[in-house]
């Protein structure tokens, strides 16, 4: 079945690193992707990587992938106050992209 | 350029009313999607349609739920005999043809209260 997990909070200082986990079902995915949901904003695509590549930096964003356990992690290096936001993790099966929950990132000043 | 918009932003209706949501995709996407966020939980898929056809009805929740697009544009989004349970923010998505699911571009979406 296609399922989607993630921890519901996380909270951090600020300047320090921020590690949002999800682990799903699906080993046909092709893309797995990190969208960002700010209170009143739309759904913001932060990064995605392809299945078959095991990291992707962007700038202060790094994705890990461990297929083999299923896990993707999203890394945000020193954390900001406007990184505050919730994060869904997605995977994509054939046209749909199947949402996490989301994890609400709390950055403490 | 213009994202994707959606009409109403807010919809507030009384239970067993129907209601019709409004996507307009960015121009020349041939792809649409709807997604339903409830309150506190994750997007969940409804439908896409590639051009005029839908491939993929699998996530509409009950025969209550319709969509259809005409034009390669506009989408409409039907409940009808709305209940208290479709209370959510429903999010129209476009991209510029299927196969590119990662470029899926979200609109700000309509919440739909049912009271």
């Known amino acids: 079945g296609e399922d989607v997990e993630q921890s519901l909070f996380l909270s951090v200082r600020e300047g320090d690193s921020s590690v949002i986990n999800c682990t799903y079902t699906d080993s046909s995915s092709t893309y797995l992707y990190w969208y960002k949901q700010e209170p009143g904003a739309g759904l913001q695509l932060l990064t995605y990587?392809?299945?078959?590549?095991d990291m992707k930096q962007d700038q202060r964003l790094t994705v890990l992938l461990n297929k083999k356990d299923k896990h993707l992690s999203l890394r945000i290096a020193d954390t900001q106050t406007g990184d505050s936001a919730i994060y869904f993790c997605?995977?994509?099966?054939?046209?749909?992209?199947?949402f996490g929950t989301g994890t609400l990132l709390a950055v403490q000043p | 350029g213009a994202g994707v918009s959606q009409s109403p932003s807010n919809k507030v209706t009384e239970k067993g009313k129907d209601v019709e949501l409004r996507c307009d995709p960015i121009s020349g996407h041939t792809a649409l999607y709807w997604y339903r966020q409830r309150l506190g939980q994750g997007l969940e898929f409804l439908i896409y349609f590639q051009g005029n056809s839908a491939p993929d009805k699998s996530g509409l929740p009950s025969d209550r739920f319709s969509a259809e697009r005409t034009g390669e544009s506009v989408s409409t989004l039907t409940i009808q005999r709305t209940q208290q349970e479709d209370s959510a923010v429903y999010l129209c998505?476009?991209?510029?043809?299927?196969?590119?699911?990662?470029?899926?571009?979200f609109g700000p979406g309509t919440r739909l209260t049912v009271t």
């Open positions: 990587i392809f299945s078959n590549m």
């Open positions: 998505a476009s991209s510029p043809s299927t196969g590119r699911s990662y470029e899926q571009y």
């Open positions: 997605a995977e994509s099966i054939s046209e749909k992209l199947i």
